[in-house]
């Protein structure tokens, strides 16, 4: 057995009382040591830093004093995070409050950006009806390179119609083709060239002032009216109230002929009164106008940098621009920019006489397919717009739908074959091939003739772009060998398209409508002219491209321009002015 684990004491004889002695002596020893070891592990845990062989009564009651204020501290602490936690969520809710009233603000004005009009992008919305306008401001108008401040002679669309507010004119034309009378109290058709005209006694303007502002312009070939007039061979009068009208041949248009003013001068009747003519400038000054404007200024300048500087530095409220360079040279200021159409249009004329263009299926398959808002784009969006039908107000938009376009095929029995569009009528078959005449001459044509080409043949209808020179264009059409042509057409403001006969006659419905107008009377004029639209347009009887457009550009404190239309920039004169501060 190994010795190491032998207790050389256990089998040693001891007496009882000793033994038990020496129990109890085990007993207390071990007792004491446990005490002691438990207050050493309190004090220990209680402070780790005081050794626990030193610890006195006063180191306790000192420690006691020591653990209450650390209670206190936590208690206090306690109270600061919990009014700090108050404090922040109050914050949190104030925020979110803030939060929700910035998205719904933000949300409306982005609701509202959809609404301003692209054309004003440059600057503010014009759209203040609560804002007032300064009264008897003075408005500065600049015109580049204007060819003439005598309106006789002159053919700036903006002199001439603030021209028009200084004097008066037998009749007034609104943007529904509808006669207002002013001078004229009555025209009545004696004939198919013979007119009688009854002037309103209560304007003091008499036939001898009618007679000669009509002989004026007519010896003034430049005039912008003249052409207006070239078809009144005479004026002769009656009366001092009542004269006589003699034109060359039938005009169902001439009353829509009679808007040219009538120079008399110191007409209490007459909103301006021009004031001051000079080689470079014309003012007019209000006279029985409703506007705020009181003197109205134009101001030819022949270099066009000047114009613009002076609208940068303030010096004049307005001018119009035709090109992307004038309006880059204002840079970054802000200001308003509205559009008026100048009267130059193409369009997409057809030949009456060919096979395929008599077609209504044919001519409404081209309208759909043809996308002129990418056109516009590709061509020149800062001054072009869509046009539908030659007369300048109308409000008639033609529908681009790839879809719509072969199903109206379709319905009438053509079928595609190797990419094209082909019909059997009995022996005669027919494959939708058309020739597209173009000026070869002219750029901008020549690429809306391509670009019709590409968006055409994508549904099936074959288009063979011809371009030619402008002899050999009008040989072609003599001859009526072609389909179709792009063409230039300058219109007015009048709707009188009556040099377009033979491209809108197309069917019997057109001729009909066109000889309504053509017999009209006085009387029954605007319901015939507003059948004809109606009917050009339900027929196709040509599709247009676009119209080319001029830039009013003015002060971003001017408002009032926000209906303006062709030959109209003033027609609303009251509601332009300077935005009071």
């Known amino acids: 057995m190994n010795e190491r684990i032998i207790d050389p004491n256990r089998y040693k004889k001891i007496s009882r009382s000793k033994l038990t002695k020496s129990k109890n002596n085990n007993k207390n020893t071990k007792h004491k040591q446990n005490k002691q070891n438990k207050q050493k592990n309190v004090i220990i845990k209680k402070s780790k830093n005081i050794p626990t062989n030193i610890i006195t009564k006063k180191d306790r009651s000192d420690k006691i004093k020591d653990n209450t ?33 910035i998205v719904v603000v933000i949300s409306k004005l982005v609701f509202n950006i959809k609404d301003v009009d692209i054309l004003s992008v440059f600057s503010n919305n014009d759209d203040n009806s609560d804002e007032t306008l300064e009264d008897n401001y003075n408005f500065n108008i600049g015109l580049s390179k204007l060819d003439n401040t005598d309106y006789i002679k002159s053919n700036n669309v903006i002199l001439n119609e603030l021209v028009t507010k200084s004097m008066l004119s037998l009749v007034k034309i609104d943007k529904e083709y509808k006669i207002e009378y002013k001078l004229a109290e009555k025209i009545e058709k004696v004939s198919d060239t013979i007119y009688d005209i009854t002037i309103n006694p209560i304007y003091r303007t008499k036939s001898d002032d009618i007679i000669q502002s009509f002989n004026n312009i007519k010896n003034n070939p430049t005039s ?47 909103e301006y009164l021009i004031s001051d003519i000079t080689q470079n400038s014309i003012s007019l000054s209000k006279n029985n106008s ?49 559009k008026y159409r100048d009267g130059e249009t193409i369009f997409l004329l057809g030949n009456k006489e060919s096979l395929l263009f008599k077609r209504k299926e044919v001519r409404q398959a081209l309208a759909y397919a ?98 030619i020179s402008e002899n050999e264009i009008l040989e072609r059409l003599n001859k009526n060998e072609y389909d179709l042509i792009l063409s230039t057409i300058n219109i007015n403001e009048n709707p009188d398209i009556e040099f377009l006969y033979n491209y809108i006659n197309v069917s019997d419905i057109t001729n009909s409508a066109i000889e309504n107008v053509k017999n009209s009377d006085i009387s029954n004029i605007e319901e015939n002219i507003n059948n004809l639209k109606n009917t050009i347009s339900s027929e196709i009887a040509c599709i247009g491209i676009l119209a080319k457009n001029t830039n009013v550009v003015y002060q971003k404190y001017i408002k009032g321009f926000d209906n303006i239309a062709y030959m109209k920039v003033f027609d609303e004169i009251e509601n332009i002015g300077k935005i009071k501060k």
Do not use: H
């Open 69 to 101: 204020l650390k209670e206190e501290k936590k208690e206090k602490a306690k109270k600061k995070l919990k009014g700090g936690f108050k404090y922040t969520r109050t914050l949190k809710i104030v925020t979110c409050i803030v939060a929700i009233l």
């Open 224 to 270: 912008i009216y003249y052409n207006k007039l070239s078809n009144i061979s005479a004026m002769t009068k009656i009366d001092e109230y009542n004269l006589k009208v003699n034109i060359l041949q039938n005009d169902p248009f001439f009353v829509y002929k009679l808007t040219f003013p009538i120079n008399k001068t110191n007409n209490k009747e007459t």
């Open 290 to 338: 409703k506007s705020t404007l009181g003197v109205i200024k134009l101001t030819n300048y022949e270099n066009t940098d000047d114009m613009v500087a002076d609208f940068r530095n303030g010096n004049i409220d307005m001018f119009t621009a035709s090109s992307d360079n004038i309006m880059q040279l204002i840079g970054k200021r802000e200001y308003n920019v509205k």
């Open 370 to 467: 043809i996308n002129r808002e990418e056109i516009v784009k590709n061509i020149d969006m800062k001054f072009s717009e869509i046009i539908d039908i030659p007369y300048i107000y109308s409000d008639i938009k033609y529908k681009y739908d790839l879809y719509a376009a072969e199903n109206v095929l379709l319905l009438e029995g053509w079928k595609k074959t190797g990419g094209i569009y082909n019909k059997n009528e009995g022996y005669q078959y027919k494959k939708l091939e058309l020739n597209l005449l173009v000026n070869k001459d002219d750029m901008i044509k020549s690429q809306i003739a391509d670009n019709i080409k590409e968006m055409v043949e994508k549904i099936g209808i074959k288009i063979n772009v011809q371009k």
